[in-house]
Nanobody, 123 residues
Framework: VQLQAFGGGLVQAGGFLRLSCVVSGRPFSNYAMGWFRQAPGKEREFVATINYSGGSTFYADSVKGRFTISRDNAKNTVYLQMNSLKPVDTSVYYC?????????????????WGQGTQVTVSS
């Protein structure tokens, strides 16, 4: 199973980015997906999760109203649209493929992880 995340970069505060994560090696549409992030010296934290069909999503309070998670099961891809970015959003962002079909806040709820993509927001 491979997860390849891309779309990170450097953006000014108030700007936007869209991250993508392509999954191969398992039936994508059967599993929930999640995005996590980890800043230097900090623990990995939950950002957003989406269930197998895309019908259920949950967000960390810190990104609610600014970020949107979505998926295209025909393309084996999950997205994270990030708007109104802030310097505190600066992190390496990781996509993860779930152990089951339901959403999960916890890293233990995910079986496979991507390599991460750096997002840097300048003030």
């Amino acid at each position: 199973v491979q997860l390849q995340a891309f779309g990170g970069g450097l953006v000014q505060a108030g700007g936007f980015l869209r991250l993508s994560c392509v999954v191969s090696g398992r039936p994508f549409s059967n599993y929930a997906m999640g995005w996590f992030r980890q800043a230097p010296g900090k623990e990995r934290e939950f950002v957003a999760t989406i269930n197998y069909s895309g019908g259920s999503t949950f967000y960390a309070d810190s990104v609610k109203g600014r970020f949107t998670i979505s998926r295209d099961n025909a393309k084996n891809t999950v997205y994270l649209q990030m708007n109104s970015l802030k310097p505190v959003d600066t992190s390496v962002y990781y996509c993860a493929s779930g152990r089951g079909s339901s959403t999960s806040y916890a890293p233990s709820g995910y079986a496979y992880w991507g390599q991460g993509t750096q997002v840097t927001v300048s003030s």
